[in-house]
């Protein structure tokens, strides 16, 4: 995707859950684990890139959730609120502004992004904790916060 700034971007990350588990891939680029997710691209809103990054990313298709309200109104698309935003640094000047979902998955069954990842799984909250693992701890936070608050259905439901 072409950058609509020169020195920031828009980004979602999903934290996906399923069955006490949070999906993490291996970005192959990048060298780590990290969520679901991208640049939302021109003409998407956050929602609708969220719910794309994930079917591209894992095959996945899933709920998102997070405040909303109850019904749209005239001239106004009610989006699903991400439960974190954050600011972090890329490279040099350049920043995303990243959206952080949390979301549910109907299935365990998972596609490999081979382009983009090493490997895709499902982290259990110790494998998450465990150093050996190397996940960073940003994304030990939200992935332990996705799993409290998707795993206990503290997080409200669309509609």
């Known amino acids: 995707m072409p950058h609509l700034f020169y020195d920031l971007d828009f980004t979602v990350s999903v934290f996906v859950v399923h069955a006490g588990r949070v999906l993490l891939v291996h970005h192959r680029k990048l060298g780590r684990w990290l969520p679901v997710g991208g640049h939302i691209e021109i003409g998407e809103d956050p929602e609708q890139a969220a719910l794309r990054e994930t079917l591209e990313e894992s095959g996945l298709e899933i709920e998102l959730l997070g405040p909303r309200p109850p019904r749209d109104f005239p001239g106004t698309k009610i989006l699903t609120a991400p439960s974190y935003l954050d600011v972090h640094d890329i490279h040099g000047d350049h920043r995303h502004i990243g959206m952080i979902y949390f979301a549910r998955a109907g299935s365990a ?4 992004a081979e382009q983009e990842h090493h490997a895709i799984r ?16 940003a994304i030990r936070f939200y992935a332990g916060e996705a799993l409290a608050r998707v795993g206990g259905e503290a997080v409200k439901e669309n509609g």
């Open 122 to 137: 499902w982290f259990t909250p110790e494998e998450l904790a465990d150093p050996e693992r190397g996940v960073d701890e």
């Open 109 to 112: 069954e998972l596609r490999l």
